[in-house]
């Protein structure tokens, strides 16, 4: 740095600042302090702290730390960060260029059938090559291996397997971009988990917003152990608070062990991969499952789409818990064995021609983003940066994410045309979470296609018909993304679900393999979007020549006098007004109950304070619609910097907004970062202080539900013991019955003339807790006999109960390694007597209905028994797995009509397990787990 004092650094900041408000056409007319909060006050987003940070560089000649340009609260913070920084090039560095990255893996990803399989493929057979270049903040680059890849995820989870973490429960990843992730998702994986990757905080001012939302993700998911970083621990440990099944907060650090994992998990194409959560741009986030299957289909057909071949180089910036960043360019690298070079999202966003620069230097082939990407590249980047520049090696920049303008393609093309960047490498792609991340591609090599049609027909008629010219008041343009991938359909619909004719404006719906399992923990949300096979996507769009032209958000649609309107149209012309935040801008409709008419409603961000100043940008707002639209807004409300709420990838949350409108909430001043905390640490505080009453309240009950088997136990014993064994039986199940009363757990049966029944019936019910037991023995005829494990004949007092009830003990409900115990129960079916098995053969702390084993089915077929699939709701809330601790709750029991194989083959002990499961998941009120296998483990690996 140019040797400057502290003092003549703040005076030059502060100038630095004032003329880049000025320039953005939003003058700040109060005097700026070092004090003054960039979001809060000055109003300055990401984009505007990109353009800060290269202006003070190259006014200082200094670089300053990419992370700072995240954690930055205020001007004062900035100018500690540039006298702790080190002098600047004046021309960016250059590197060698990087003309190959070594013998590409001998690695045939084909025979893979999962994400682990893929893994372990490259870890044992390549595990020098390198894998991904990972170029750190400060300006160096960390190459990771196959073998360091694997090596440090077994690492880490023996770390997750000491820490208690069972099959099929989830681990939520809160990382920025670095190594560490990958080491924790695939960590998580082998050790039988789920990963959740969710955002890391990093704006101070958005605390509170950040706080409730992953709260909610957390809640959903119910995540049991929460991996973060150091930075964000103590505002992870506040979450715990939020999170009831939350157990842990760690680090990567704390949980890689020295040794690694000697028995990973046994992972199939049906196991879960993990769960994205959506951005919640229009609703609440949701969770959607996939599946390994889900996930290698949608690589395969993608990389297809756009020709992958083992010479490609994949360059990334992209965060890596957006489903483009983490599935689009890390697993889909991986699976092909491409290398890829990726940076970090702030390091792109302090300097865009980053991105460029690793194209150049790695010879990059394939790389994507979204529109603003782009737009920022276009518009920002200064020609003197990037001398040299070449992008010849570039045949694939996907544009996807978010809505793609025709007018930045045209500027991106146009910009660095001269750099030797192809204009048909821009490829527009269509993609949502519900389809795993890729749905509609356009043809390699081929220039993007623009459709240039009638506004009027359009809006009024909802029909896309080809316009005379180009361009125009009267003309919209729509960029094609392409038709849908190998394996995947799309069709255009009417609200009616009758399919449209192309060129026609419907909902677009689309199915394929590549299609989720359906949203963790939300059946209703699941069942909205299903259609007959078919899941709708929540965009409107046209069909033109086979492909796939994007219209906008069906929430988001306005009607109007009779005209269908798009906000992202009206929000751009907006955008442009001199003295409204350019991205800030949200444009909706609500009813007028008086009139009975719908309202244009245009909220705009603007630093304006006077009246005068806003009245103007109103009238001009209102002239700019008009002009272009022919038709005016009804309200245009005008707000502070960074009151438009938007999601942590930058989405525009119109419904959000139009609710914050409907409250009355829109004027209301930020609330300071510090506030923010202390906010979120009163309630938590008063989280635990509820939480503290709840346990006390769960130990007061549990300590009463203890004095009464206590008290009542004895005398059951010995009526048991000495009693006949259907004497006992009745004993037993009066018991039962009367524990579960005294405990104020009502138990309603819903078909229960089906369990009187005089011909032997297998009874199948679902298993949530240990209570399910008690509940089935308080219901079940007398004489029915109940499958348990053989431990409990090794358990004193118990085990005199079990045998005088003739109980079935077998292996942990391993039947195939029982062949004893199989003709026991065979025996039993044959001589008449019904009989109970859990066909889940255990349970754990996350809600789900779990696979069952083939053992009880098998002997239904053999035997040529009825299965009574029996459905229990409410009583894993009762006794959790991992808690000691009850608490009262109502049970429902739904006993089902009794099926019976068709058959003696195989498929017909399938078809039976899947018959029965189908219809106790009907009742259970919990999700199918389809893709957990309880307990699998793979045997120990060697090289």
Request: hydrophobic share 40%; glycine share 6%; charged share 25%.
């Amino acid at each position: 740095m140019k040797k400057t004092s502290r003092h003549d650094v703040e005076k030059e900041l502060i100038a630095i600042t004032a003329r880049l408000l000025d320039e953005s056409g939003e003058p700040y007319r109060r005097e700026i302090s070092l004090d003054a909060s960039l979001q809060r006050h000055l109003g300055i987003d990401s984009l505007g702290r990109a353009e800060l940070f290269q202006r003070i560089e190259k006014s200082f000649d200094v670089r300053l730390p990419d992370r700072l340009l995240a954690e930055a609260e205020t001007l004062a913070d900035i100018v500690a960060g540039i006298m702790e920084s080190g002098p600047a090039l004046a021309q960016p560095v250059k590197k060698e260029i990087v003309t190959s990255h070594g013998e590409r893996p001998r690695v045939d990803p084909a025979s893979a059938k999962t994400l682990l399989d893929v893994l372990f493929l490259y870890g044992e057979r390549s595990p020098d090559k390198a894998h991904i270049y990972f170029q750190n903040e400060e300006g160096s680059e960390e190459v990771i291996t196959y073998g360091a890849l694997l090596q440090s995820s077994l690492r880490v989870a023996a770390g997750l397997r000491e820490r208690g973490l069972q099959t099929g429960e989830t681990v939520a990843i809160m990382q920025p971009t670095h190594p560490r992730f990958f080491y924790t998702f695939f960590g998580t994986l082998l050790a039988g988990g789920i990963p959740v990757p969710i955002y890391p905080p990093f704006r101070m001012h958005m605390l509170e917003a950040y706080a409730q939302t992953e709260a909610r993700i957390l809640r959903n998911a119910e995540v049991r152990i929460l991996v973060t970083f150091e930075q964000a621990e103590k505002l992870s440990l506040l979450l715990k608070s939020f999170v009831p099944s939350l157990k842990q907060v760690t680090t990567v650090e704390e949980l890689i062990r020295p040794d690694a994992l000697d028995h990973p998990f046994n992972a199939n194409p049906a196991n879960y991969a993990f769960i994205q959560y959506t951005s919640g741009s229009t609703a609440d986030p949701k969770g959607v499952l996939l599946s390994h299957d889900n996930l290698l289909t949608n690589i395969k057909a993608y990389g297809q789409a756009i020709q992958v071949t083992p010479d490609d180089v994949a360059v990334s910036w992209l965060p890596l818990y957006h489903d483009m960043g983490l599935i689009g360019m890390w697993l889909g690298s991986l699976y092909y064995g491409v290398p890829l070079i990726l940076l970090t999202p702030f390091s792109f966003l302090n300097h865009p021609e980053r991105w460029l620069w690793a194209i150049h230097y790695h010879r990059g082939t394939l790389s994507g983003a979204p529109n603003f990407a782009y737009e920022l590249c276009a518009r920002k980047i200064d020609p003197a940066l990037i001398e040299g520049l070449d992008l010849s090696t570039w045949r694939m920049a996907a544009n996807g994410a978010e809505k793609v303008y025709p007018k930045t393609l045209e500027q991106f093309a146009r910009k660095f045309a001269p750099y030797g960047f192809r204009r048909s490498a821009l490829l527009p792609v269509y993609g949502l979470a519900e389809s795993t991340v890729a749905l509609t591609i356009p043809p390699v090599n081929r220039d993007f296609r623009l459709d240039a049609i009638q506004r009027k027909e359009f809006e009024e008629n909802r029909r896309a018909v080809p316009a005379a010219a180009a361009e125009g008041k009267n003309v919209l343009q729509f960029v094609s993304c392409g038709p849908p991938i190998a394996g995947h359909e799309i069709r255009i619909v009417d609200d009616a679900n009758q399919a449209l004719p192309e060129r026609e404006v419907g909902n677009l719906q689309f199915r394929g393999p590549s299609s989720m399992q359906g949203y963790y923990n939300n059946p209703k949300a699941t069942e909205a979007i299903y259609h007959a096979g078919w899941l709708d996507s929540g965009d409107l769009a046209y069909l033109a020549d086979g492909e796939l032209f994007i219209t906008g958000r069906r929430k988001d649609l306005i009607i109007k006098a009779g005209r269908n309107l798009y906000p992202a149209e009206i929000e751009e012309l907006v955008g442009v007004v001199p003295g409204v935040r350019q991205g800030c801008v949200a444009a909706f409709e609500v009813s007028d109950a008086q009139h009975g008419t719908e309202q244009l409603i245009v909220v705009a961000e603007t630093r304006e304070k006077s009246k005068s100043g806003r009245a103007r940008i109103r009238e001009n707002i209102k002239e700019a619609v008009a002009t272009s639209l022919d038709i005016v807004p009804d309200h245009v409300v005008l707000v502070e910097p960074h009151v438009v709420p938007k999601t942590s990838s930058g989405k525009l949350q119109r419904a959000a907004c139009k609710a914050y409108y409907l409250e009355g909430r829109l004027n209301k001043s930020p609330i300071p970062a510090w506030l923010q905390l202390v906010r979120l640490g009163l309630q938590a505080a008063a989280r635990k202080c509820l939480s503290a009453l709840s346990v006390t309240g769960k130990f007061i009950y549990t300590l009463y539900i203890a004095l009464i088997v206590g008290i009542t136990f004895f005398p059951v014993f010995c009526l048991v013991k000495y009693s006949s064994r259907d004497t006992a039986a009745r004993v037993v199940r009066v018991w039962a019955k009367w524990i579960l009363r005294f405990a104020f757990c009502p138990v309603k049966v819903d078909g229960e003339e089906k369990l009187e029944r005089v011909s032997p019936v297998i009874y199948a019910p679902n298993h949530a807790s240990y209570i399910d037991s008690l509940v089935m023995i308080s219901i079940l005829p007398p004489q029915t006999r109940i499958v348990a494990k053989k431990e409990l004949f090794h358990t004193p007092l118990i085990r005199t109960v079990v045998q005088k009830l003739d109980y079935l003990g077998v292996d942990r409900m391993d039947f195939s390694k029982g062949l004893e115990d199989t003709r026991r129960i065979e025996s039993v079916l044959r001589a008449g007597a019904s009989i109970l098995i859990f066909p889940e053969g255990t349970f754990s702390y996350a809600c789900g209905l779990r696979p069952f084993r083939l053992g009880a089915f098998k002997i239904a077929t053999e035997t040529g028994t009825p299965i009574c699939p029996v459905a229990l709701k409410g009583t894993r809330f009762i006794l959790r797995d991992d808690e000691k601790l009850m608490c009262p709750r109502a049970v429902t029991v739904t006993v089902c009509e009794p099926v019976k194989a068709k058959g003696m083959e195989w498929q017909d002990v399938t078809h039976l397990r899947n018959v029965v499961r189908a219809e106790i998941s009907k009742y259970c009120g919990e999700p199918s787990l389809d893709f957990i296998a309880a307990q699998a483990i793979a045997p120990k690996r060697t090289r």
